[in-house]
């Protein structure tokens, strides 16, 4: 069982640009959340993803999309990227069960410059 | 809205002697309460989880807490410290009264450990 996996490893923008990231559930996994984690701070929510729908969303602004493929894998696009995106970016994935466990994957690190 | 307050952004203990780590936790129901460990440059493992069943939860790598309610409390402790515990750990929650945002985990600010020989 390979886990979460996340991709790229690293990246660097600049600011204005487009990103994508991308997020494979761990088998057997249909629920994919993001989090966005800056320097020397805990992990902020950004949204949840099950049965291709978002389900939860928490207080980022609408230039953070996403969404969720029929095998379940993941992406989450930001639009005109700001230095103040510059963080890592963590993708969990669990089961649709309330009191599941959230795996958590490596994450991709963003520099925006 | 929920939230978790850790105290102390730095803890620093000797190897052997006991881990302290402190969480506190607002909200109007008993949540689920999590304990995460983050190794540089890593993603989040969790060590623990409190979902309603016994007030003392024990974990992996020897780990464990006691969810307090009357404290709002989920502190996060070790009897013997290793140097391989050196990490930065997160106390979160989820769940609220409306029985919504499971799934969604407030994190704390983090607390890093350093273990000392």
């Known amino acids: 069982d390979a886990g979460v996996t996340q991709s790229p490893t690293h990246l660097i923008k600049t600011r204005g640009q487009q990103v994508t990231l991308r997020c494979s559930p761990k088998?057997?996994?249909?629920?994919v959340s993001w989090y966005q984690q800056a320097l020397g701070q805990g992990p902020q929510f950004i949204f949840q993803?099950?049965?291709?729908?978002?389900?939860q969303r928490g207080n980022f602004p609408d230039r953070f999309s996403g969404h969720q493929f029929p095998n379940y894998s993941s992406e989450l696009n930001v639009n005109a990227l700001l230095l103040g995106d510059s963080a890592l970016y963590l993708c969990?994935?669990?089961?649709?069960?309330?009191?599941?466990?959230?795996?958590f994957g490596p994450g991709t690190r963003l520099t925006v410059l | 809205a929920q939230s978790v307050t850790q105290l102390g952004s730095h803890v620093s203990v000797s190897e052997g002697a006991l881990v302290l780590l402190r969480c506190n936790y607002s909200?109007?129901?008993?949540?689920?309460l999590f304990w995460y460990v983050q190794y540089p440059n890593q993603g989040l493992q969790l060590l623990l989880k409190?979902?309603?069943?016994?007030?003392l939860v024990k974990g992996i790598n020897g780990f464990e807490a006691e969810f307090k309610k009357s404290e709002t409390s989920f502190h996060l402790t070790k009897p013997s410290a290793h140097m391989s515990d050196a990490a930065e750990y997160f106390c979160?929650?989820?769940?609220?009264?409306?029985?919504?945002?499971?799934?969604?985990?407030?994190f704390g600010q983090g607390t890093i450990l350093t273990v000392h020989p």
């Open positions: 979160a929650v989820s769940g609220d009264a409306g029985g919504t945002s499971y799934g969604k985990l407030t």
């Open positions: 969990a994935s669990s089961g649709s069960d309330r009191d599941n466990e959230q795996f």
């Open positions: 088998s057997g996994h249909d629920t």
């Open positions: 909200s109007s129901v008993p949540p689920y």
């Open positions: 409190y979902t309603s069943a016994a007030t």
């Open positions: 993803y099950y049965e291709e729908e978002e389900r």
